[in-house]
């Protein structure tokens, strides 16, 4: 395993970069970084129009995270690979094909996690903003988001040890993350895969288990702050 490390664990992490594309660990991690950018905000958009009360807001809200989540992610990405270039005859990365599929697939997850916070919070708070003369959407931004957030924190970051797990999919389509990387230093050393693939495992292990131990941290705080 040293000798493996030793002799591919460069590009283990980064793949062909600086002198290519990024690849690796790196890529992987600029797919979930990327793909939270986009899940987070496209979550609190859907869990805010199941909670709205509006018909025209809700039923496609609802209808969207039941199709998405009786649907594999892999299929997502290979409708989003295949279909969209066929439907809008652009060409898409694999790097998009991911990052897209995967918001798609955790933006349903995601948004059933925040709107279960926004439904758990006192009504009284928004009848109190109400009284008050503020709009639905003033009393969502200031006074109901914020605290949800903080409260569904754990959730959020559970989510990301999803995405970081789910971008080995990239394997798929080609696209050089870390599993597929992996796969390509096996196929050099040939006679060493139980030491390759015990590598890659343990690279996956290592930023799942630190995001976990961050998670049991932060359920801790936030159970501590609502029995105060």
């Known amino acids: 395993m040293i000798e493996v490390l030793r002799d591919n664990g460069f590009y283990l992490l980064v793949g062909e970069f600086p002198h ?3 690849g690796g660990l790196l890529l992987t991690l600029l797919l979930a970084a990327c793909t939270m950018a986009l899940v987070l905000p496209g979550a609190v958009l859907v869990a805010l129009a199941r909670t709205s009360g509006r018909p025209w807001f809700a039923r496609p809200a609802l ?8 649907v594999p992610v892999l299929l997502i990405i290979f409708w989003t690979y295949l279909f969209v270039p066929v439907l809008t005859g652009v060409a898409i990365s694999g790097f998009v094909t991911i990052v897209a599929a995967i918001t798609i697939y955790q933006t349903a997850y995601l948004s059933e996690v925040i709107r279960a916070g926004i439904e758990a919070l006192p009504r009284g708070q928004i009848e109190a903003g109400r009284a008050l003369g503020l709009r639905y959407w003033t009393i969502m931004l200031r006074i109901v988001l914020p605290q949800v957030l903080v409260n569904t924190s754990p959730g959020i970051l559970n989510v990301l040890i999803i995405v970081v797990k789910e971008t080995s999919l990239g394997y798929m389509v080609g696209l050089g993350e870390l599993t597929l990387t992996a ?3 096996n196929s050099l ?3 060493r895969p139980l030491e390759v693939f015990a ?3 343990l690279m996956y292990f290592v930023i799942c288990y630190s995001l976990g131990r961050i998670v049991k941290q932060l359920e801790k705080r936030v159970g501590t702050a609502a029995g105060h």
């Open 189 to 191: 050393t040939l006679t």
């Open 63 to 70: 209808a969207f995270v039941s199709i998405i989540r009786a």
């Open 20 to 22: 290519g594309p990024p």
């Open 183 to 185: 796969s390509h230093v």
């Open 199 to 201: 590598i890659l495992s």
